[in-house]
């Protein structure tokens, strides 16, 4: 029973991490905003718009990185499907792959 206790808590793992994605955000958000947005779920440690090159204006996505697996669930299920500044936003669990992206 341990054997298959042991994957499917590796599995769980790795399907939730400290960074969500956040999608249909409007084009007039701040990094500022995003992060007191998602504030009342936990320790934001960074909340980040993605920015377009061209116009230096946010893209209406970005990612928001909590201290734990759990405070990003907490928003997660708490922000998805909400309704922000007249605009229904999407929040999922971010796909990174980049290796060694923590601080050795």
Same mark, same amino acid.
């Given at each position: 029973?341990?054997?298959l206790a042991?994957?499917?808590r590796?599995?769980?793992?790795?399907?939730?991490s400290?960074?969500?994605?956040?999608?249909?955000?409007s084009?007039?958000?701040?990094?500022?905003?995003?992060k007191?947005?998602?504030?009342?779920?936990?320790? %934001?440690?960074e909340?980040?718009?993605?920015i377009?090159?061209?116009?230096?204006?946010?893209?209406?996505?970005?990612f928001?990185?909590?201290?734990s697996e759990i405070?990003?669930?907490?928003a997660l299920?708490?922000?998805d499907?909400r309704?922000?500044?007249?605009?229904?936003?999407?929040?999922? %669990?971010?796909?990174?792959?980049?290796?060694?992206?923590?601080?050795?």
């Amino acid at each position: 029973m341990d054997r298959l206790a042991s994957p499917t808590r590796l599995f769980l793992k790795r399907s939730y991490s400290t960074q969500l994605f956040v999608s249909r955000l409007s084009c007039y958000s701040t990094n500022k905003e995003l992060k007191e947005l998602f504030a009342p779920f936990g320790e %934001v440690k960074e909340a980040r718009l993605v920015i377009d090159g061209r116009t230096q204006r946010p893209k209406g996505f970005g990612f928001v990185t909590y201290e734990s697996e759990i405070e990003a669930q907490r928003a997660l299920k708490a922000m998805d499907g909400r309704i922000v500044r007249g605009r229904l936003v999407f929040v999922e %669990v971010a796909k990174t792959t980049a290796p060694g992206k923590s601080g050795s």
